[in-house]
């Protein structure tokens, strides 16, 4: 790792931090000693197949739930933009686009088309929320994250069920946004392999912090994915070739090597596998 | 010198004036339910004020204000469904305070004028109520409007932008329980909800935003309280039921008129 980047690091400020996090649901322990912090400028990529704590760690970093035990810590006036996965609005509520944006807190008329325009959606003010389509939907969710000027933006599953051309915008807008604002930027994906090149930081997430790193190697080692039972990629032995095509073509994407020293067994128990 | 049909005038269009804003929030936030069962309830209050000798519309509001509490404690915190809990608590209200009234050999109350409501009967005082509590329930609709919606949109979304949903959502419950408690002489128990929702669902297909359609279902409210009236003093019926008739009269109209301009 660069050097230079580590000073960079320490310096700035801590977002929100999250300290021996636990919660359990019924008797399945979902999240085990979770640490974690977030800094400006920072974007972290938090990944994990489904039904590893993603949701309930994203939902005690917004506030939403309190963790059985363990503290997060928020800098003092912390505004988070929180980007949903999906949201429905009941038919019974008229309302457009341009009325759902007001509804952020501090939200101003001008502010509302200055980001309708950088997300250019500026067509789509008038028309109701419940007429849109999944792309259209996502971006003017992700302007209404925007428009509480978030110190940190949180984005759940930003692009899933958004085509590659979609999804490839978006991935060049975020790391302008995250220079433009100097906010934090937290993704949430079930993707395991694929992730924003500009990442900074990924966190493999698996009821606790499996492994976490830098995404950008993109030489696929031997012990890469063992946790998920992706045998294929053992199988195939070098698994490069593709990825480097994908990198070659898709240069906001990234891969993320997985480093694990325990495997998941199906009862839920965890064994190393360090030799 | 007051007609006499004055003060029932005014006292419809003033409910329903209130009934406009504070219906659509029940309609967006499906709490159309909740306001059935604070209305069921509602007679345990009279019985309770009769009781303690208490001013009937206090009594109304107390115990309208505390069934509406206690409903929202329990959504959060038993397992039981919670149209399966209003159900229970909106039947068994009503019931006990039936029962317990007919332990009263010397209080006799129109039964009638609480289910159905008599709006002919309404005396200054009521107007003042009215007036007063309608004033409360505008001035903050309209202050916490922006925090309504937005939780209204979203109770997740609205609390991580830092809107104090919790609160909120007692303030509405508590302005519904209110509403419910001064509206009962009108239209009486049964029809309440009726009051509340019909106008805002016939507002619905004509208006492009929240706050029109919130104004619109009050003049439809408006409307379907000078037709009743009218209707109730030419063919002589009872005035409570002629109101929901008219507001029902003009949901079908305007569901007509959208299904025409499709």
């Known amino acids: ?275 | 010198m007051i007609s006499w049909w004055l003060l029932p005038l005014f006292a419809g269009l003033g409910v329903a004036g209130i009934a406009g804003p504070l219906g659509s929030l029940v309609v967006w936030r499906r709490l159309a339910f909740f306001g059935d069962t604070l209305a069921h309830g509602a007679l345990l209050g009279i019985t309770l004020g009769i009781l303690f000798d208490l001013h009937l519309t206090l009594a109304l509001i107390l115990s309208c204000s505390m069934l509406a509490l206690i409903l929202l404690k329990l959504d959060k915190y038993t397992g039981i469904a919670s149209d399966t809990l209003l159900g229970i608590l909106s039947h068994s209200s009503l019931a006990i305070g039936l029962v317990v009234l007919s332990f009263f050999d010397n209080v006799r109350i129109d039964l009638m004028a609480y289910l159905f409501g008599d709006l002919l009967a309404v005396n200054q005082t009521d107007l003042l109520w009215i007036l007063i509590g309608g004033l409360l329930v505008v001035g903050l609709l309209i202050w916490q409007w922006r925090g309504l919606l937005a939780s209204t949109v979203s109770e997740e979304l609205a609390a991580i932008d830092g809107y104090p949903v919790r609160r909120l959502k007692a303030m509405l419950v508590l302005l519904l329980a209110l509403v419910v408690a001064i509206s009962m002489k009108i239209v009486g128990v049964l029809l309440i909800s009726a009051l509340l929702i019909i106008p805002a669902a016939a507002a619905r297909p004509l208006a492009k935003s929240p706050e029109k359609m919130a104004i619109l279902a009050s003049v439809i409210g408006m409307i379907s309280v000078c037709a009743g009236m009218a209707f109730s003093f030419i063919w002589d019926t009872p005035t409570g039921p002629s109101i929901v008739v008219s507001a029902a009269g003009l949901f079908v109209m305007s569901q007509v008129f959208n299904s025409v301009r499709k």
């Open chain 1, 1 to 275: 790792m660069n050097p230079d980047l580590a000073v960079v690091k320490t310096e700035a400020e801590v977002l929100i931090s999250a300290s021996g996090i636990n919660q359990t649901w019924g008797n399945r322990h979902v999240l085990q000693n979770i640490d974690l912090a977030i800094s400006e400028n920072e974007i972290v990529t938090i990944i994990g197949p489904n039904g590893c704590g993603k949701s309930s760690l994203l939902r005690i970093l917004l506030g939403l739930n309190a963790p059985d035990s363990g503290k997060v810590t928020r800098r003092k006036g912390l505004r988070i933009g929180y980007m949903p996965q999906k949201l429905r609005i009941d038919d019974r509520l008229p309302l457009s686009v341009a009325g759902f944006l007001m509804l952020a807190p501090g939200a101003r008329k001008q502010r509302v088309a200055e980001w309708l325009e950088r997300l250019s959606i500026t067509a789509l003010a008038e028309q109701p929320v419940q007429r849109l389509s999944g792309g259209e939907w996502q971006r003017v969710l992700l302007a209404r994250a925007l428009l509480i000027e978030p110190h940190l933006l949180v984005l759940d599953e930003p692009v899933q069920g958004v085509d590659i051309q979609g999804q490839r915008e978006l991935y060049q807008l975020l790391p302008e946004l995250r220079n433009e604002l100097g906010c934090g930027i937290v993704l949430v994906s079930h993707d395991l392999h694929l992730v924003m090149a500009q990442t900074d930081r990924v966190i493999c997430l698996n009821g606790h912090v499996c492994c976490s790193g830098h995404p950008d190697q993109v030489s696929i080692s031997p012990e890469y994915n063992s946790l998920f039972g992706h045998e294929k990629s053992h199988q195939h032995g070098q698994h490069d070739v593709p990825l480097a095509l994908t990198s070659e073509l898709a240069p906001e994407l990234a891969h993320y090597t997985h480093h694990h020293d325990h495997k998941h067994c199906t009862d839920g128990h965890i064994e190393g596998t360090k030799e």
